[in-house]
């Protein structure tokens, strides 16, 4: 057994410990930011916020190590058994499912803050940021309602890499994005769900070596639409998206991180 690492703070304000190293698995546990953990073993899991490190904690639970305050994307302490290599810049797709902050505020904006779970504009029950229930009052969601401003931002972290993660799998390395444009077709995706984005005539055109920006600008402002009705708020939402994704950056997202 891999011997104890030092304590570490948690720099979260509510920050889950999960079954395994993954936003898929149960929660077991919580941390309150400043509280201190000490870690038996680190692996590779689902990417959180371009970070796919997870850390075992004494408690027998994984915790993202975005969360926690060890002062480097690296390992401080052994790999658990059967884990690999931390990730690093350049490493492929497999771990540049990041969304960058202009990204995230722009999902933010537009989803808008939930506190407690309701009906959407078109009656689906949703909470925080744009979180979808899956159970009867968003049982699933581990944060106490009504949420925190700081909350619901955790909670979307905790969703995004859903959606940036389908994305990159329908999504062939002939394609080339920065980070704007990485970030406008995840909010898009995170709008429209998976499977709405994986049958896209988007998708399909940008795999077929199409310029990027031609692609954007005329096939996002087709999802306009939301029970058989088009909505001004999904009309304005993909301007914007059409605008980050033409926002100039030199910062590559996919296939390679840069």
Not at 26 to 38: C, E, I, N, P
Not at 45 to 55: H, K, Q, R, Y
Not at 193 to 211: I, M, P, Y
Not at 216 to 238: D, F, K, T, Y
Request: aromatic share 8%; with cysteine; net charge neutral.
């Amino acid at each position: 057994m891999a011997p104890l690492s030092s304590a570490y703070a948690i720099n979260g304000d509510v920050v889950n410990c999960r079954s395994g190293p993954g936003t898929s698995f149960s929660v077991v546990r919580t941390y309150k930011k400043g509280q201190d953990v000490s870690l038996t073993c680190q692996t590779v899991g689902t990417s959180v916020n371009g970070d796919a490190l997870w850390d075992k904690t004494t408690d027998g639970c994984f915790v993202a190590d975005y969360y926690v305050s060890t002062g480097t994307g690296n390992y401080v302490t052994g790999r658990c058994e059967g884990g690999s290599s931390p990730p690093s810049e350049g490493n492929g797709n497999g771990y540049c499912k990041k969304v960058n902050q202009a990204g995230l505020d722009l999902i933010s904006r537009w989803e808008g803050f939930v506190a407690s779970p309701r009906p959407d504009p078109v009656g689906l029950p949703t909470v925080g940021y744009g979180h979808l229930c899956q159970q009867k009052n968003c049982a699933e969601v581990h944060y106490s309602f009504p949420l925190s401003v700081a909350t619901a931002q955790q909670l979307l972290n905790d969703d995004v890499p859903k959606y940036s993660s389908c994305l990159a799998s329908y999504l062939n390395n002939r394609v080339t994005l920065n980070d704007n444009q990485w970030a406008a077709l995840v909010s898009w995706v995170f709008n429209n769900g998976c499977g709405s984005a994986k049958s896209s005539t988007l998708v399909q055109r940008l795999n077929n070596g199409e310029d990027p920006s031609t692609v954007a600008s005329q096939e996002l402002p087709q999802w306009r639409m939301a029970g058989g009705h088009v909505l001004q708020g999904l009309v304005n939402r993909r301007a914007d998206e059409v605008r980050l994704f033409k926002t100039a950056s030199s910062k590559q997202a996919y296939p390679n991180c840069r």
